[in-house]
């Protein structure tokens, strides 16, 4: 089985991805050796977009792919942990 998308849900549709996530620390950190090159990304009409590189999905918040709008059960996972070690709260 693969492992799904890590996943942010963000708040616009034009989005930036330089595959760090969590490797960042403190409030002075360099830019991360690991990652990619930054792109821009932007989220259509489906309400998502995944990153070329890192494959990092994106959803709008409130779009058509938002959890919240579809009903489905969602964990964010932002922190570039394993979405396997994420709990994922019961429906509403």
């Known amino acids: 089985m693969t492992q799904p998308p890590e996943t942010t849900l963000v708040e616009t549709a034009r ?5 760090a996530g969590a490797i960042r620390g403190g409030d002075r950190f360099a830019a991360a ?36 709008v579809t009903g489905e059960t969602f964990a964010p996972n932002d922190t570039g942990a394993d979405p396997a070690d994420t709990p994922v709260p019961p429906p509403a």
């Open 15 to 19: 989005v930036s991805c330089d595959g």
């Open 33 to 68: 050796a690991l990652g990619h090159p930054r792109v821009w990304l932007e989220i259509d009409e489906h309400g998502f977009v995944d990153c070329g590189y890192c494959d990092r999905r994106f959803i709008l918040a409130g779009g058509p792919a938002d959890p919240a």
